[in-house]
């Protein structure tokens, strides 16, 4: 097994366990979404919009390391897939100040699809991990 091809692999298990941590907050996220729809208030909505910042750092960890892997093999651009967008800030203010239930709703909306994209990647990424441990037998 070549140094690269080690690397490589290195890089796409800690990209694994950045989506799982990524994946973790994200429904950390949706639970609090449902508390904050139930009647929580302001302490809600912070500990939700915390726990989306936290699972976007993570996803940027995972796409930064999957994108040296695929470096490290020059291989051909392959779709991993794109975490979803953003929740925003604007989201977020409308969310906090307004704290109304369309708002809260909209955003819970924003965290699904994004949990399901990070969901989805993490599948991809599982396939990619154990084609390059079969690979480097």
Request: charged residues 25%; proline residues 0%; hydrophobic residues 45%.
């Amino acid at each position: 097994m070549t140094n690269a091809l080690q690397e490589a692999i290195s890089l796409v298990r800690s990209a694994k366990t950045n989506l799982e941590q990524a994946l973790e907050r994200l429904n950390s996220a949706s639970n609090w979404g449902v508390v904050d729809l139930l009647g929580g208030r302001l302490i809600s909505g912070l500990i939700k919009h915390s726990r989306v910042h936290d699972a976007d750092e993570y996803l940027r960890l995972a796409q930064h390391k999957l994108k040296a892997a695929q470096r490290l093999l020059q291989a051909e651009k392959c779709d991993l897939g794109e975490q979803a967008g953003g929740v925003g800030s604007v989201a977020t203010f409308f969310d906090l100040v307004c704290d109304g239930l369309f708002s809260g709703l909209w955003v819970q909306v924003k965290i699904e699809q994004k949990r399901r994209a990070a969901a989805e990647l993490h599948t991809k990424v599982c396939e990619l991990l154990y084609a390059l441990t079969h690979m480097a037998r």
